[in-house]
């Protein structure tokens, strides 16, 4: 069965640095997703990708947070200056298309520690 | 906007007892789909079930149920004769259709502790 991979699993940065999330979405799949999950907390949308931009993003997407799909395999996070915040679960998901989330797929996750 | 309220935050119960997890959304829109993930304590989202807001039929997946009512904008998961492999969190979501894709909105997850 096709799987979203995202990498590495688990990421620990100091506070400050730049860090980029990778994922590679199922092949077929056109729409692509970030989201965010705080422990303990519920799984929060950040932000989703179609046709090479963002199609929409949450007041969490802000200005150090941005999304990249440089060589149409890989979709990546970037996020610009970390903060203690930032911690969290990262969850990459792709779709094939908006008529409905069929295969709709979430990636097993990127824990990012920020000391 | 899209909203789904799981009230419940913790349940414990008893092995082999039967359990149901509530779920209540809210959207405007016509075309919705509702979703239910478990997140066992690895913290991968496994996908239980999807759906579409003109099948209200009941589904049955082995010991897992589900009633999708409408009238109440409830979409309640049950589990028959809980074991304690089924502890986790799990959580309920909502995705309606844009031009951008689905986003899901999720509820706040239940804790379901099933012990011996």
């Known amino acids: 069965e096709p799987e979203v991979t995202q990498t590495p699993s688990h990421q620990v940065t100091q506070m400050g640095q730049e860090v980029i999330l990778r994922c590679v979405p199922i092949?077929?799949?056109?729409?692509f997703y970030w989201y965010r999950q705080i422990l303990g907390q519920k799984v929060e949308f950040l932000v989703s990708f179609y046709n090479n931009e963002i199609s929409e993003k949450s007041e969490i997407f802000d200005d150090q947070f941005s999304v990249e799909r440089p060589d149409g395999s890989n979709f990546t996070l970037k996020i610009r200056s970390t903060k203690l915040e930032d911690s969290a679960m990262y969850f990459c998901a792709s779709s094939e298309n908006n008529q409905g989330p069929y295969g709709y797929t979430f990636g097993s996750g990127t824990r990012l520690t920020v000391v | 906007a899209q909203k789904v309220t799981q009230a419940q935050t913790e349940i414990s119960v008893v092995e082999k007892e039967d359990v149901t997890l509530d779920c209540v959304y809210e959207t405007r829109d016509t075309t919705y789909y509702l979703f239910w993930y478990k997140q066992p304590p690895s913290g991968e989202l496994v996908f239980l079930i999807r759906r579409n807001s003109f099948d209200e039929q009941n589904e049955i997946s082995g010991r897992y149920s589900w009633n999708f009512q409408k009238s109440t904008s409830s979409f309640n998961f049950t589990i028959t004769a809980s074991q304690v492999v089924d502890s986790a969190v799990y959580f309920c979501a909502l995705s309606v259709l844009t031009g951008g894709g689905n986003k899901l909105t999720f509820g706040t997850g239940t804790q379901l502790k099933v012990e011996l």
């Open positions: 092949s077929n799949h056109l729409y």
